[in-house]
């Protein structure tokens, strides 16, 4: 199988590359102008091909004899009209090259973001549908809906194999740190909503399934949501990554009901005092609290249809991000370059 991988040098990309070159298939990394790949244990076991995304003129010659493309590129920083030119028009530009190729399947990094949490009764799983205003959302899910339609309007339009992942929380060495799980307010680190599940999933683990998708055969639209387990709670991994990487502070609970209160009289004070105006900060805007909720992440369709398990369970993963050097054989990790890259 030849792979064409975006985003090869992003946290979970360079995961993704070494997955697949042990599953024996022949890769090409599409990568900007001047990435820098020198630090990754593999740069000299692919093909790599160098553009902007959103230059169409040079995309087509990307997809010489490639089978299935996996597109992780997307840009998580930066203010909204950003992230938006760099992952949807990236997105847009790479499917119209992919139309005039031969390739015919493609795997795409999608994300949670793209839920309506707030929608779900008790469990979060692929029936989950859009958050049906927008607007309320951050840059970030917007633009991985937008992505999302784009691939599936070209999907169909032009017969493709297309399979979306939707990573829940991906961990490890280089983002031990887990969003949303706690923030500092002085001497403490206060963990958000303690008793909630969360959706995580280490990076090896996850990188697993895009090779196994990658080699999947898919026929029309498949979705899966990539999660290793749900059992692991907020507050267990604050702890857990507060000791091992001797973070300081006081290991603080605020439960959901505490924080939607505060959150919906912060609401309540900023329309009294400016109408329709005014901004509250994210952790704050009640729209965005639904992801505090204590909810349920199966993952029983991904293990279904490609017969997987996470490789590593979370004790092990622990070690793996925590407890070994890259510098030990036994615990190998693509060491990355210091320059810093926005794609997934």
Known sequence: MHILITGANGFLGAHVVRACIARSHRVRVLVRPHAELAGFEWHDKVD????????HSVLADAFA???????????????????????????????????????????????????????AAGTLDESTGFDPRLDRRGGYAVAKVWQERIVRRAAKAHGWGLTILRPGFIWGRGREAVPSVRFSAGPFQVVLGISRRLP????????????????????????????DSDEVTAWRYAGEEMRRSGASG??????????????????????????????????????RLAVFRP??????????????????????????????????????????????????
């Open 200 to 227: 995580l999933t280490y990076v090896e683990n996850c990188a697993e399934c895009f090779a196994l998708a990658a080699g999947g055969g898919a026929e029309g639209v498949e979705v899966y949501n990539v999660i």
């Open 250 to 287: 006081i290991r603080a609970p605020l439960p959901y009901l505490a924080l939607s209160a505060l959150a919906r009289t912060a609401d309540l004070c900023r329309r009294c005092l400016f109408g329709t105006g005014g901004r509250l900060p994210s952790l704050l805007m009640p729209e």
């Open 65 to 119: 004899d490639i089978d299935v493309l996996v597109h992780l590129a997307a840009q998580v920083v930066g203010d909204d009209d950003e992230q938006f030119d760099a992952t949807v028009v990236a997105t847009e530009r790479l499917v119209a090259a992919m139309g005039r190729s031969t390739t015919r399947r493609m795997v795409l990094a999608s994300s949670f973001s793209v839920y309506d949490w707030g929608a």
């Open 48 to 55: 790599v091909f160098r553009a902007d995304l959103r230059d």
């Open 295 to 344: 909810l349920r992440f199966p993952n029983t369709a991904l293990c279904r249809r490609y017969g997987w398990q996470p490789r590593l369970d979370f004790p092990a993963a622990l070690e793996r991000t925590f407890g070994q050097t890259p510098e030990n054989p036994r615990m190998p990790y693509p060491t990355q370059p210091a320059k810093k890259d926005h794609s997934s």
